[in-house]
């Protein structure tokens, strides 16, 4: 699996710099890391504690395309909104949850069977992936790279290709879901599949840069991350039975980042 994410970011950083051969732009590289908040068919839904509970993190490579700027000739490219107001994001992540159960239902003071088995099982995903975004810088990016100190807001949408690994076990036993196990839950019959998958997601965050020195910056920016699959944590129980759990796994990931102005 991870030569062909490797294959994927390779291709598309060939296509940014075969855009920058073409039309002479300049490229800028940096890296990322922050704390993920993973939504999944763990936990109870629109529970503080499962939202603080479920939590990982991410870390990242990044590398944009920056169209305002030729560093061939040190030169500004010709004056247009888009030029001065866009930059394209190419970007290689992975980001690792480590998912439980929380909520009403698993509460101390339930003593059932059921409660039991919720509270024994644990789970985890781990997630690659690879992609681009287009961010929108409101104010001018000519402006911005001139002031030392100065800040720049953002907001980005884009898609990523992703390749997730889950895991799951119970601390009452193996055959987690076997309907010969101590395990055995009718919500999780034929609804866990570990062997991980890929799928589509979309990105979209907020965020800004800050101005550090002439060839560098700092980024700041809150990700919503929406997959479209249901299988990212290892488990899908039928949504029509449990609605609940109908939703597609998804997850906020605010990053912290250093940026550097290649020449």
């Known amino acids: 699996m ?3 994410i490797l294959a994927t970011y390779l291709l598309l950083v060939g296509f940014v710099n075969n855009v920058n051969a ?3 732009f300049s ?4 890296a990322i890391i922050g704390p993920v908040v993973f939504q999944s068919d763990y936990g109870q ?3 503080f504690s499962t939202n603080a509970g479920n939590t990982g993190y991410g870390i990242g490579l990044i590398h944009y395309l920056n169209f305002s700027y030729k560093a061939e000739c040190n030169c500004y490219t010709p004056e247009t909104y888009f030029n001065d107001h866009f ?3 190419t970007e290689l992540s992975y980001n690792k949850t480590k998912l439980d159960h929380f909520g009403e239902w698993v509460d101390d003071n339930k003593t059932s069977f059921q409660a039991q088995k919720l509270r024994a099982m644990h789970g985890s995903t781990s997630v690659t992936n690879v992609g681009m975004q287009l961010e929108f810088f409101p104010y001018s990016i000519r402006e911005f790279s001139a002031t030392l100190g100065g800040w720049a807001p953002f907001i980005s949408l884009g898609a990523q290709f992703s390749f997730y690994k889950p895991d799951a076990y119970s601390d009452l036993g193996p055959g987690l879901g076997s309907l010969t196990s101590v395990t ?3 919500k999780y019959i ?4 570990l062997n991980g998958g890929s799928t589509m ?3 979209s965050s907020i965020g800004t840069r800050y101005k550090l020195t002439e060839l560098s910056d700092l980024m700041v920016d809150l990700r919503w991350q929406y997959y479209f699959s249901n299988w990212v944590d290892g488990l899908n129980p039928n949504p029509t039975l449990y609605p609940e759990n109908r939703a597609n796994d998804w997850l906020v990931w605010l990053n912290f980042g250093y940026i550097y102005y290649l020449q």
């Open 190 to 193: 034929g609804a866990i599949d």
């Open 87 to 89: 930059k394209l994001r």
């Open 27 to 30: 490229h800028e590289v940096g």
């Open 45 to 47: 839904r629109y529970d």
């Open 22 to 24: 073409q039309f002479g």
């Open 184 to 186: 055995y839950d009718p």
């Open 2 to 4: 991870p030569k062909y």
């Open 201 to 203: 997601s979309v990105v």
